[in-house]
């Protein structure tokens, strides 16, 4: 009887995951095996045409190794940015501090679309940035940043940094602070307590924040639409062309399948290389 | 020669006073306890030795040298933390080795003075161990080692035992007296463990509310004390309110009560005054021999001794015997106490702080 309760308790969560989650999923996979033809539509065959289809064709490589930059690189300035914040929040005042926690949700606050169109009044060709550039003289012809990789990085990073710091922050609330008066009696320098003691108790934070972040980015969706167009394209945006543009569902499935796949390799390889690198740090 | 010397130390969080005009010297060599109840200024008074609180006033000389401008990290003081502080995400020869590496000591005289100082603390076998993987006291004896390498001029202990059950906690004050000792560092220790002070110092230096009270050879300070507080918080005392009736040349006579009683000699010609009385120092005795009487209305057993609490008419009076085998009295029983004049210590009334 009593093995049961847990169960039982769990059904509810259980049943929103198999339903919402797991029934997707698995339709998607089992999709991304069948065919697809201009006339015919979608048959029930099983084969692995589409994944061949996808990994002999270059324009794909191009637009996975473009979206995993992307993610790369704005996982890299979330943790850059995201750190050294919360290490700050850390050692701030309480007062500050919760003040300071409200600001950094804050983009966490504003629906997605509205933020990025934001981002694209910002960096458009007679956008703010430019315009104000031009007329204090400092350019003539605008910077190119609307459908650039680097202004969906941009956008993607602000997004992206308050999970970085609240994870970094988790991992940072659980370090004795007495280790850095320790580090500094010991005839550290501010920088090298930083380096050598602070940040090596952050890396649980720092390598569970660069998780959320690589995931989330690399399956963004909104930003890389409304930022890249059709002419940057990501692996989302691909996928959401073969569905509704083409209407070659199980080729889109296929995508999606090779995405979900190598983000997760991708998580794993990371998680072990951090963990085995920081052993002490990592109960 | 002294090698630390704290003059009028004062610090002040707003409108609180947490040290107040602190004046202590330490000498090479010496075993100092700073000894107090929570908040009465010891671990703020080593926060300011250390360099992590700078005073509100009053000097600290180390040495010779004036503290006050110079950086915690130049100071090159040996501290143990109450928390150990050990680096997690460094093994234990990492932990102890920071301090030298920070010194730029080359690497293999570096790895010698490790070898040597985990030689001292005993755990040359664990030297590649991470802290998560040690008991509590092993990482004591790390936490030791690490602040012992450097080769400072005054170890600090800030309560370093505090985290440690019964047990550990006496082998550990044993073997804290043995490396302190073997190393020859002066050392200074903050705890509010009574026991903890007496067992391992020299001197004791007791604080009350920010400043100090007594300063004296754990002995001194136990069987002398200065104060009523001083009294109560170094082992168990019984404390009567008297007063001085008259004062003589071979002793002082008190009043208590309608109770007469005889001291030792005292400054105090008159006015009141407080006793204090050990309770090893009573016995029972027979009924004509007794200073006062009393019924036992509680009896505790200890294994080497029993404590009695005992209803007199100078109030409840605590007793300890030791454990001889004997048959002693029982809860109810009316027995007689008795001690020695010369036991007695006359303390002079605190006024209301």
Redesign the interface.
């Known amino acids: 009887m009593t093995s049961a309760r847990p169960w039982l308790l769990s059904a509810p969560a259980l049943v929103i995951f198999a339903v919402m989650l797991l029934t997707p999923l698995v339709m998607t996979a089992v999709l991304s095996f069948n065919s697809f033809d201009f006339y015919g539509g979608i048959k029930p065959t099983f084969g692995f045409q589409n994944y061949a289809d996808v990994l002999s064709d270059s324009y794909f490589y191009e637009i996975f190794l473009r979206t995993f930059l992307i993610a790369l690189a704005t996982t890299v300035i979330a943790a850059l940015i995201g750190t050294p914040q919360a290490y700050f929040l850390l050692r701030m005042h309480p007062f500050w501090r919760s003040l300071m926690i409200l600001v950094v949700l804050g983009p966490l606050l504003i629906s997605v679309v509205v933020r990025t169109l934001g981002w694209a009044i910002l960096l458009g060709n007679n956008g703010v940035i430019n315009d104000a550039l031009r007329s204090i003289g400092l350019i003539e012809r605008p910077l190119k940043m609307m459908y650039t990789s680097g202004g969906i990085v941009l956008a993607l990073v602000h997004v992206m940094v308050p999970f970085m710091i609240l994870a970094v922050w988790a991992a940072l609330q659980r370090q004795d602070p007495a280790t850095e008066k320790a580090a500094e009696s010991l005839g550290a320098r501010p920088a090298t307590v930083f380096r050598r003691i602070v940040l090596p108790q952050a890396m649980p934070g720092i390598l569970s924040g660069s998780l959320i972040v690589f995931s989330l980015s690399a399956s963004a969706f909104a930003t890389p639409a409304i930022l890249g167009g059709r002419r940057v394209k990501v692996v989302s945006t691909t996928v959401y062309d073969e569905f509704l543009n083409t209407l070659n569902w199980p080729l889109g499935a296929a995508i999606a399948v090779i995405l979900l796949v190598s983000v997760l390799a991708i998580m794993v390889a990371w998680n072990k290389l951090v963990e085995k690198r920081f052993a002490g740090v990592f109960e | 020669m002294a090698i630390l010397e704290l003059r009028d130390l004062t610090k002040r969080f707003g409108e609180t006073v947490a040290v107040d005009r602190f004046t202590l010297s330490v000498e090479k060599g010496e075993f100092v306890s700073l000894l107090g109840p929570s908040g009465c200024g010891k671990t703020t008074t080593l926060q300011m030795i ?3 609180e700078t005073p509100s006033g009053g000097a600290i000389h180390l040495n010779g040298r004036d503290l006050a401008k110079i950086p ?8 143990v ?3 150990y ?7 234990v020869e990492e932990n102890v080795g ?2 030298l590496e ?2 730029k000591v080359p690497a293999a005289e570096r790895k010698k003075r490790i070898a040597a100082t985990l030689d001292l603390v005993h755990l040359s076998h664990l030297s590649g161990r ?3 993987q040690m008991s509590g006291g092993q990482r004591q004896r790390v936490a030791l080692a ?1 602040a012992l390498v ?1 080769e400072p001029e005054l170890l600090l202990l800030d309560e370093p035992l505090s985290n440690l059950d019964a047990k550990l906690r006496e082998e550990m004050q044993l073997e804290l007296r043995r490396i302190q000792q073997e190393a020859g560092v002066t050392t200074l220790l903050v705890t509010h463990d009574q026991s903890e002070a007496m067992a391992l110092s020299d001197r004791i230096a007791v604080m009350q509310g920010g400043r100090l009270v007594q300063e004296a050879t754990p002995f001194d300070a136990y069987d002398r004390p200065t104060n009523g507080f001083v009294s109560s918080f170094l082992g168990k005392s019984n404390a009567i309110d008297a007063h001085v009736e008259s004062v003589g040349a071979d002793g002082t006579v008190l009043r208590c009560g309608d109770l007469r009683l005889n001291g030792p000699a005292h400054g105090e010609a008159a006015g009141p005054v407080l006793i204090s009385l050990r309770p090893e120092r009573i016995e029972f005795c027979g009924e004509g021999d007794g200073v006062v009487a009393g019924r036992v209305t509680e009896r505790i057993f200890l294994g080497d001794q029993w404590l009695f609490k005992v209803d007199t008419s100078l109030g409840e009076i605590l007793v300890m015997r030791r454990n001889s085998g004997r048959r002693e009295p029982d809860v109810g029983e009316t027995v007689h106490l008795a001690w020695q004049a010369e036991h007695l210590r006359i303390l002079a009334v605190e006024t209301a702080a």
């Open positions: 250390a360099g992590f915690a990290r130049s100071r090159g003081l040996g501290i933390f109450q928390t502080a050990l680096f997690p995400h460094m093994t920071f301090g920070m010194r991470y802290p998560r690490r450097i």
